[in-house]
């Protein structure tokens, strides 16, 4: 059944607590933001694939799964599971970044989103995963949840790693990359 009632009174319940919170809580705006990056990622994946994008002999779709695989893990954490993501994940992330750099011109400004519409998702993508990391971060320093250092590196990471998939399909489809001109 894909429907239980529980949570019509506005109370939904985490994974390692009895009591029952507002759906409206800090903890269920970040595990509600981490399931709308994951949720929006999938939509970058298909999106991906239809671009035939790859970093290396990669696609942006296997990198993209993993991140929702990943993701799954911190959402247990912020919902009280003995869960955690290690260092080994964050090195995974800054090394697919690292390949992307050395194929792209270095940054010098800030660029306006768009060019390609997988850039552009991609760049959306950067906004919901900010937003996530910072409600998560609000909830670990309000010590309503504990999470692991290597946690909170790897939502920093992913917005980068959405960045650098933004700048590289644009510069795939040999699209220029534009500086905002503050007029």
Do not use: W
């Not at 990669?58 to 993209?64: D, F, R, T």
């Not at 992307?100 to 997988?118: A, D, R």
Request: aromatic share 8%; charged share 30%.
């Amino acid at each position: 059944m894909l429907y239980t009632r529980k949570g019509d009174d506005g109370k939904t319940k985490t994974f390692a607590c009895d009591q029952r919170i507002s759906k409206s809580s800090a903890i269920a705006e970040a595990l509600g933001s981490l399931d709308e990056i994951n949720s929006f990622l999938g939509f970058c994946k298909v999106r991906s694939t239809t671009q035939k994008c790859e970093v290396g002999s990669v696609s942006c779709a296997s990198i993209i799964h993993q991140l929702q695989k990943d993701l799954f893990i911190i959402q247990a954490e912020v919902a009280g599971a003995e869960k955690t993501i290690g260092e080994d994940k964050v090195k995974e992330i800054e090394s697919i970044v690292d390949a992307i750099e050395k194929e792209l011109p270095p940054i010098k400004t800030f660029f306006v989103s768009g060019g390609t519409e997988l850039a552009a998702t991609f760049d959306f993508a950067r906004t919901v995963a900010r937003m996530a990391e910072r409600r998560v971060v609000s909830v670990a320093e309000e010590g309503k949840v504990k999470v692991g250092e290597f946690s909170l590196a790897y939502l920093n990471r992913i917005s980068s790693l959405l960045y650098a998939l933004a700048r590289y399909a644009n510069h795939k489809a040999g699209i220029k990359e534009e500086a905002p001109d503050y007029k």
